[in-house]
């Protein structure tokens, strides 16, 4: 393998060095947001958009609502005006790993049924030395 990337210890530090930095970052980002909105609900109202000019800088807050309805209500509900099609019907993970776990279920028995994904992580950590 002639292209083959080449890991030094020096890439290793540099990489953990990156990630700590990029902690803090995020850190006192969230501290700014924090502040930001603060400030903006003293300014507008809570959970109001608004905006400031501040010479040559805005600062702006867009307000995103989500609705999720909760399942078993609706569900009930949706059952009683008889709108079925609207009702989705998921396997449980959870209980079919425990059944399978008790021996009521082999995973034999879901072959076909069943797709997997990978996701690579990667983890640098500082080994002082003794």
């Given at each position: 393998?002639?292209?083959?990337?080449?890991?030094?210890?020096?890439?290793?530090?540099?990489?953990?060095e990156l990630n700590?930095?990029?902690?803090?970052?995020?850190?006192?980002?969230?501290e700014?947001k924090?502040?930001?909105?603060?400030?903006?609900?003293?300014?507008?109202?809570?959970?109001?958009?608004?905006?400031m000019?501040?010479?040559?800088?805005k600062?702006q807050?867009?307000?995103?609502?989500?609705?999720?309805?909760?399942?078993?209500?609706?569900?009930?509900?949706?059952?009683?005006?008889?709108?079925?099609?609207?009702?989705?019907?998921?396997?449980?993970?959870?209980?079919?790993?425990?059944?399978?776990?008790?021996?009521?279920?082999?995973?034999?028995?879901?072959?076909?049924?069943?797709s997997?994904?990978?996701s690579?992580?990667?983890?640098?950590?500082?080994?002082?030395?003794k």
């Amino acid at each position: 393998m002639a292209n083959e990337p080449v890991i030094t210890r020096e890439l290793l530090a540099h990489y953990l060095e990156l990630n700590h930095k990029k902690k803090e970052v995020e850190t006192e980002l969230e501290e700014l947001k924090k502040a930001f909105n603060n400030y903006l609900d003293v300014l507008v109202g809570q959970n109001a958009k608004g905006e400031m000019v501040f010479k040559d800088y805005k600062l702006q807050r867009q307000i995103r609502k989500t609705v999720k309805y909760e399942q078993e209500p609706t569900v009930k509900k949706l059952e009683e005006l008889n709108l079925l099609d609207l009702i989705q019907k998921r396997p449980d993970e959870g209980k079919i790993k425990s059944a399978i776990q008790l021996g009521l279920l082999h995973e034999t028995d879901l072959e076909g049924c069943k797709s997997e994904t990978s996701s690579q992580a990667i983890y640098v950590k500082y080994l002082p030395s003794k």
